[in-house]
């Protein structure tokens, strides 16, 4: 089977797709599924991903943070989808990592109208 992007498996790209081992077997390859929605590297990982109905909250791509090749630019391989993701109202658009595999660091965007100025996690 042939997969977007010349990828080696599925990677969905758009907003709003339900969660399966299908929709994000490209990271399931190296990364383990249970431990993404035990929040154990990205506490809001599970929240992003799948969504929260009560606050209808909408489900986020793994590609809205991330980019699916490797990069030496691009700590972690995030790279903010910019047709999604754009400046918190101080003009910034950025990552910052707290440390090395610390799995801690901050955000400062807009994503979905909600600015994260920066929002640290």
């Known amino acids: 089977m042939i997969y977007r992007g010349l990828?080696?498996?599925?990677?969905?790209?758009?907003d709003g797709r339900?969660?399966?081992t299908y929709?994000?077997?490209l990271c399931y390859k190296c990364h383990d599924r249970a431990s993404i929605f035990m929040d154990e590297c990205f506490p809001?990982?599970?929240?992003h991903i799948i969504g929260n109905r009560s606050s209808n909250q909408r489900r986020?791509?793994?590609?809205?943070?991330?980019?699916?090749h490797g990069s030496t630019s691009n700590q972690y391989l995030i790279r903010f989808n910019t047709d999604v993701v754009g400046e918190y109202m101080e003009g910034k658009l950025r990552f910052s990592a707290q440390g090395v595999a610390s799995w801690h660091g901050s955000c400062a965007l807009n994503c979905h109208g909600v600015e994260h100025e920066p929002k640290e996690y």
């Open 7 to 14: 990828l080696v498996a599925n990677y969905e790209m758009e």
């Open 18 to 20: 339900n969660e399966s």
């Open 23 to 25: 929709a994000y077997a």
């Open 44 to 47: 809001y990982n599970s929240l």
């Open 60 to 68: 986020i791509s793994h590609f809205t943070c991330h980019d699916a």
